[in-house]
């Protein structure tokens, strides 16, 4: 009998009106914090072609960080792609480092650093530690609203490109 109240409570915990099941970065970018050395074009959406694959994508020219306030769905993972567009000045140095992270607003805590070339790297982080019930006092990420940060450091400077991020529930 206790264990199938403990199962109920903890599915209880699970199931929220307000928790998506998913969150589309690219179309929810007018809502997020964006921070770019740059003029307005240093952070935006696109399309985008490398070698005849056609993404649509969020392009960061580096120094940028683009900061997303969301409640993650259970169970939650991050997938995208990310590349490293040629600049147009061939005697420009290119070298861009990216990272993704979460804050609680109190901690940010880094869940990937990429270095990315000019092909397309597949990208899929798992985020359940942020996204589901721990049996804990003080830390409970289900209740936590989160900011996905997405960084690009200028090492020495680029563009990069996020094929369409999505946070979904596997």
Known sequence: MGLAVTVLLVAACDAGPDRPTEVDLL????????????????????????????????????????????????????????????????AAPEGVTVRIGLSDGRNYQEVREIEPTGVWQPLTLDLREYSEWKFSVFYQPLRRTWQLVFNADATPGGTVAWARPVVARP
């Not at 993650?72 to 997938?79: E, F, G, N, V």
């Open 27 to 90: 179309a929810g970018l007018s809502g997020a914090e964006r921070r770019g050395a740059g003029p307005g074009e240093a952070i935006r959406a696109d399309v985008v072609g490398i070698d005849g694959d056609v993404r649509a994508a969020l392009v960061m020219r580096a120094p940028a960080r683009v900061t997303w306030t969301l409640r993650l769905p259970l169970h939650a993972s991050l997938t995208t792609a990310v590349v490293l567009i040629p600049d147009t000045e061939p």
